[in-house]
């Protein structure tokens, strides 16, 4: 029996498709490679080019593999864009998991990890943030992923499909090697942003406001390394191969890092002094994302490996220096 693993050649799928191969699965991947990259899929992994809002090529791939579970990257994430595209979000993110849960319905696949996010709780009331706080997206991207996890869910009781959602916070970092990474276009991210300067691709990083109610002024976040993610989703298939109920999990280290802690520890993993601006703020940022995963820990037995921040920069670093400018060199 296989895993399909939609958006396998995305930044998240790629690292989770890595170690899936690594613990023997066999691996399908279906990706229409908007976002992700051909360079990223895996050599071991069966590969489909197709969109997931493509009824036609799910039954395809459902037909010519067994497959057993899936877990889904496929969707949009700029919060920035989903402000100023929100249909594209209800599109591809909703619309493409409708799709996914009907083709799931039809050929009886029962099991399904979901890549979610922590902007389905919008402005935290409390940190660190628990499964059960409020749910109140303050834009389109954390809408929508909140709307596929409901839809999940209504799916789960009418038609038996189990499934675990994961809300990451901050995904940073890459593999060790530096053979795949973090490679978005247009780079919104905080890490990847703070690197190209030593890499020469930019001048200086832009703080963006240094006026919150944080201890340096600065918004902190909760930044947990992708390889740790990968192994979060593999954990999660085997609770729902093991036959327990569906469930929601935070993914995070618990611990926050300011805008300013960032910059000076990617100053300790590069060597290389890193030249700072101070912007206005950016619409929408909350003062602080921290997760408290304590669930994960007890129910999946996951605990995050990488909890340095210097040694997860230096994993970042290590890509982007074979990679500086990504993927299509
Ligand atoms: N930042 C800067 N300068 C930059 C880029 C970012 O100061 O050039 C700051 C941001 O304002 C923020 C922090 O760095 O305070 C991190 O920003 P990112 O864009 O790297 O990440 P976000 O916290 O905005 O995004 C994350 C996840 C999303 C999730 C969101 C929830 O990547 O998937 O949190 O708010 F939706």
């Not at 530096?178 to 905080?190: K, N, Q």
């Not at 703080?207 to 002024?217: R, S």
């Not at 999946?300 to 909890?307: A, V």
């Amino acid at each position: 029996m296989a895993i399909l693993v939609c958006g396998g050649a995305g930044y998240v799928g790629s690292h989770a498709v890595h170690e899936l191969i690594q613990q023997n699965e066999d691996v399908v991947i279906v990706d229409n490679l908007q976002t992700g990259h051909k360079q990223a899929i895996h050599p071991q992994a069966k590969f489909y080019q197709g969109d997931i809002r493509d009824a036609v090529i799910l039954d395809k791939i459902f037909m010519e593999n067994k497959i057993d579970a899936i877990i889904h990257f496929a969707a949009n994430s700029l919060v920035g864009e989903s402000m100023v595209e929100p249909l594209k979000y209800f599109n591809n993110n909703v619309y493409g998991m409708q799709v996914l849960l009907e083709s799931m319905v039809k050929h009886k696949i029962d099991k399904i990890v979901f890549s979610s996010t922590a902007a389905v709780y919008g402005e935290p009331k409390r940190v660190p943030i628990m499964e059960d706080d409020e749910t109140k997206p303050t834009n389109p991207y954390g809408e929508t992923k909140l709307t596929m996890e409901k839809m999940m869910k209504w799916v789960n009781k009418a038609n038996g499909i189990n499934y675990v959602s994961l809300r990451y916070f901050n995904v940073a970092g890459a593999l060790d090697d530096g053979s795949i990474g973090e490679d978005h276009a247009p780079e919104t991210h905080l890490i990847p942003l703070i690197l190209q300067v030593p890499l020469k691709k930019r001048e200086h990083i832009t703080i963006f406001g240094e006026d919150y109610p944080t201890e340096d002024g600065t918004c902190l976040r909760d930044y947990i390394h992708v390889i740790d993610l990968a192994d979060a989703h593999i954990r999660a298939m085997n609770y729902l191969r093991s036959g327990k109920e569906s469930n929601i999990f935070n993914l995070g280290n618990g611990k926050g890092f300011s805008v300013k802690e960032m910059i000076a520890a990617a100053e300790k993993a590069t060597g290389e002094s890193i030249k700072v601006e101070v912007g206005a703020r950016r619409a929408g940022d909350p003062a602080q994302l921290i997760a408290s995963s304590e669930k994960a820990q007890t129910i999946l037995g996951w605990k995050p490996c990488y909890t340095n921040i210097e040694q997860i920069i230096k994993t970042a670093w290590t890509f982007h220096k074979k990679h500086p400018n990504g993927y299509d060199e």
